[in-house]
């Protein structure tokens, strides 16, 4: 999962794009990269690290042009370590491209070996990204010819990529002299949309990149969609696969994206708020509302489902924990043992809040299990009398492929565990998980159009179909970050992290 932007406008770009890129911060903290073009030639700089801390003035400087790309990484595959492999990634020919990739291709294995054997290009890097600018590449030399660039070649060329990668990718790419490409998988797993003004296009990761920079959301760009925009500002758009269908990732309204984003027409906040009353049904199933005292979430991104689960029971809600945002981040600490001390760097518990009462911890998710145990326990220490933990989501069971650093099974607290086992392992006296299937309804009901997501971590079902056992072992080994000695990079590894 990343934070993709690209830009085409009448005047300079570069600061419009670090603006951007610092509202879609909360996807990626690895690293960071911009691109601009002036005259054909490109400017680009990219490091490791968060937006602010790569960009300084006289980086900024050297990004001229009116046009651009940016991204912010969070890195599922490849090494974590190697600012090469920060994007975003350049081929000089055909014309000259660069590429900024949200997702996770899952044949990129395969495609290395056909990009080196049969269409003799040179990858340098562990990154499926530059896999798929590679592909992206060499299908528009195929379709061109040695002519010039239109549209239709530009899409002819999307729908041979479309042929050739599976997995999930939303995709900007600048193509020099010419304009930007957009386009997005054929299940619209990661999200992508378009905004203007009176003489910029933006496309973005998430609607709130669009509005906070003053750009009126137009559209998202539909699965399989191909956009392109000329140095003009002229816009051509056409369907280039054969078979879309919008299966949205579950996990970007669960977890992933800000609040105030509108992804595929779902408030983000909206499902949030659906996804606590839903809980609220399984809540009262386990735990009678008259044996809990106090409502009390875990930062950040429960707070929504907290509130509305507090109030449908008519529970009072409060902030039981302070969370310090000027620590480092936990999911950076190496080695497991620093994880699990960080958290009580990261949380503090106003130990009033928990003092002889029954409280009901709410979480969006729980993945490893590591931070909801060192959390339930923080509740103990601080006096509390019962400690209760709902989860917003459902049980995670399964790893993902398609772009969020999910552990592998084995470092899944439920899996192959029934919820009694883990409620033990984490120690609370009740342990409520949300419904799959009333969580794809209750935010499937705020967009009708959405016939289905993919839940692939909660119920198995890869909505590629084309995921094997032994692809998921593969994969699994070319993850970030598996090593105990080596830096954690999931997200995941930290409740609810959104600043």
Not at 74 to 92: C, L
Request: proline share 5%.
């Amino acid at each position: 999962m990343c934070g993709i932007v690209g830009v085409v406008s009448q005047s300079p770009v570069n600061q419009l794009i670090y603006d951007a890129l610092l509202l879609l911060q909360h996807r990626g903290q690895d690293a960071a990269g911009i691109v601009t073009q002036l005259n054909r030639k490109f400017f680009m700089h990219k490091a490791k690290g968060m937006v602010r801390d790569v960009f300084r003035t006289r980086n900024m400087r050297s990004l001229p042009g009116n046009c651009g790309l940016g991204q912010v990484r969070y890195p599922t595959a490849g090494n974590a370590f190697s600012e090469e492999e920060a994007q975003p990634f350049y081929v000089n020919a055909p014309f000259g491209i660069v590429l900024v990739h949200n997702g996770n291709l899952t044949n990129a294995h395969a495609l290395k070996a056909e990009l080196f054997n049969a269409d003799h290009r040179h990858i340098n890097t562990e990154s499926d990204s530059e896999v798929l600018l590679n592909v992206l590449a060499h299908e528009i030399e195929a379709t061109t010819r040695g002519l010039p660039l239109t549209p239709s070649d530009v899409f002819e060329a999307v729908r041979r990529v479309h042929r050739r990668i599976r997995g999930s990718y939303a995709v900007i790419a600048m193509i020099a002299g010419h304009g930007v490409l957009a386009f997005r998988d054929p299940h619209g797993i990661r999200p992508l949309c378009v905004g203007r003004t009176d003489d910029t296009w933006m496309l973005a990761s998430e609607s709130v990149a669009l509005e906070g920079t003053s750009h009126k959301f137009e559209r998202n760009v539909a699965p399989g969609e191909a956009v392109f925009i000329d140095l003009q500002g002229q816009m051509h758009t056409k369907q280039c696969a054969d078979a879309p269908v919008l299966n949205p990732c579950i996990f970007e309204f669960v977890y992933l994206a800000r609040p105030d984003s509108v992804l595929d027409g779902i408030s983000v906040y909206q499902a949030r708020l659906n996804l606590g009353e839903t809980l609220a049904k399984r809540v009262i199933s386990t735990v009678p509302p008259n044996e809990i005292d106090v409502v009390i979430p875990i930062p950040e991104s429960s707070r929504p489902s907290a509130a509305q689960l507090a109030q449908l029971l008519g529970l009072p809600y409060r902030e039981g924990f302070v969370k310090n945002r000027y620590v480092g981040r936990t999911f950076i600490m190496p080695g497991q043992s620093v994880r699990k001390k960080s958290v009580r760097q990261k949380l503090n518990v106003i130990a009033s809040e928990f003092k002889g009462r029954n409280v009901l911890l709410v979480d969006d998710s729980i993945v490893r299990g590591t931070t909801s145990k060192e959390i339930v326990q923080m509740a103990r220490d601080a006096g509390a009398r019962k400690v209760y933990m709902a989860s917003a989501a459902p049980p995670v069971r399964y790893p993902n492929v398609y772009g969020i650093d999910m552990p592998t099974p084995q470092e899944l607290v439920a899996h192959n565990r029934t919820v009694e086992e883990i409620r033990e392992l984490i120690g609370c006296d009740a342990l409520i998980y949300q419904d799959v299937e009333a969580m794809k309804k209750a935010i499937g009901s705020l967009n009708p159009a959405i016939h289905g997501f993919d839940a692939s971590c909660f119920d198995g079902v890869y909505v590629t179909g084309d995921i094997t056992v032994e692809d998921i072992v593969r994969l699994n080994a070319s993850r970030v970050g598996t090593d105990d000695n080596q830096d954690d990079n999931s997200r995941l590894a930290l409740p609810n992290s959104e600043d």
